[in-house]
T-cell receptor, first 109, second 116 residues
Framework: KNEVEQSPQNLTAQEGEFITINCSYS?????LHWLQQHPGGGIVSLFM???GKKKHGRLIATINIQEKHSSLHITASHPRDSAVYIC???????????FGTGTRLTIIP | KAGVTQTPRYLIKTRGQQVTLSCSPI?????VSWYQQTPGQGLQFLFE???????NKGNFPGRFSGRQFSNSRSEMNVSTLELGDSALYLC???????????????FGPGTRLTVT
């Protein structure tokens, strides 16, 4: 079983819809990252969080440390949001970033 | 500020050869991490360097090695290439490093290595 599980694996939605991507992990962590990868490979770090909630534009990330769960929300989704979204965690006592398998998001105009 | 740069962007090698990939971090950043991305295994951590010292290493064979120079630039080397080493190799820089202290990572565009 992977230490980091993401759901769904694939998500197709209409432009304007509210999007939620989930990440569950099985170990205690110091930090969690949400990353965005567009076709071609470039990765952008969206959020790094260890508690609570962060917001940047139309993106919101939340984390519940007790439940070992994080969500990434996109409001008013747009075709340019189409990308793979990857969750990654830093386990306690092991600083190696461990990645989920990603969620492929497609927003249809 | 210029972003993280990686060279070369694309590379084709033959089994048994060796390869060296280069990463230049954002100016002022002192920590560099390397990752391998394959369709089968996804993203995996290779190593992390800070102040020319390897601070952490992933679960890869000894054929994978790296180093960091005094100007924070980093190289990774893969010897005796295997077909399974075909992957996108990404590096990321961050401003600093500290045990149990985490800094935002900024990723380069990657080097796509194909081993034939």
């Amino acid at each position: 079983k992977n230490e980091v599980e993401q759901s769904p694996q694939n998500l197709t939605a209409q432009e304007g819809e509210f999007i939620t991507i989930n990440c569950s992990y099985s170990v205690g962590i110091s930090a969690l990252h949400w990353l965005q990868q567009h076709p071609g490979g470039g990765i952008v770090s969206l959020f790094m969080l260890s508690s609570g909630k962060k917001k940047h534009g139309r993106l919101i990330a939340t984390i519940n440390i007790q439940e070992k769960h994080s969500s990434l929300h996109i409001t008013a989704s747009h075709p340019r949001d189409s990308a793979v979204y990857i969750c990654a965690v830093r386990p306690f006592g092991n600083e190696k970033l461990t990645f989920g398998t990603g969620t492929r998001l497609t927003i249809i105009p | 500020k210029a972003g993280v740069t990686q060279t070369p962007r694309y590379l084709i090698k033959t089994r048994g050869q060796q390869v060296t990939l280069s990463c230049s971090p954002i100016s002022g950043h002192r920590s560099v991490s390397w990752y391998q991305q394959t369709p089968g295994q996804g993203l995996q951590f290779l190593f992390e360097y800070f102040s020319e010292t390897q601070r952490n290493k992933g679960n890869f064979p000894g054929r994978f090695s790296g180093r960091q120079f005094s100007n924070s630039r980093s190289e990774m080397n893969v010897s005796t290439l295997e077909l399974g080493d075909s992957a996108l190799y990404l590096c990321a820089s961050s401003s600093s490093w500290g045990a149990n202290t985490y800094y935002e990572q900024y990723f380069g565009p990657g080097t796509r290595l194909t081993v034939t």
